[in-house]
């Protein structure tokens, strides 16, 4: 297992959020990589997008797998205007790589907010740490796990 995975494993632990990481055996770096390998919509896939403000802050933004991110609405919540943080600055700053980036056990805390729209699904999945490494959740467990803010950012 590695570090990244062990990390969302103990995160969950201590998050006291019950889940079982998978492994795929394929990339699940895209939504609809990750809805196939799981069997399910793609909506139902949780995508970790990190971004920071203009002060350094980073941003977590979970939004569904079939949702596109519109940066303004999301500025319009995170209190300031947002930038992509390079795959360098995720890694560093979050100890996951792009594609593997979990919502839980990030290395610095980020100000998260979860789209409305994850909350149709009864469960979605989010990366575990690895391209390939997934775990199911109900979006509340998610959202109680994360402390995240819900809006509706994505279109």
Request: net charge negative; hydrophobic share 50%; proline share 3%.
């Amino acid at each position: 297992m590695s570090k990244s995975v062990r990390r969302v494993t103990r995160a969950a632990i201590e998050l006291g959020l019950e889940i079982e990481i998978l492994r795929m055996g394929a990339s699940s770096r895209s939504a609809g990589d990750a809805a196939a390998a799981c069997g399910c919509d793609v909506g139902q896939i949780v995508k970790s997008l990190i971004f920071k403000r203009q002060d350094g802050a980073l941003v977590l933004l979970l939004t569904p797998g079939d949702h596109q991110a519109d940066l303004s609405l999301a500025a319009d919540i995170a209190g300031g205007a947002l930038s992509r943080a390079d795959a360098a600055e995720v890694r560093e700053r979050t100890g996951f790589a792009i594609g593997g980036v979990s919502p839980i056990g990030h290395l610095e805390s980020p100000q998260v907010w979860m789209d409305e729209a994850l909350f149709q699904h009864a469960k979605v999945w989010a990366a575990a740490g690895a391209p390939d490494a997934v775990f199911a959740v109900t979006p509340e467990d998610l959202r109680r796990a994360t402390g995240a803010e819900i809006a509706r950012f994505s279109a």
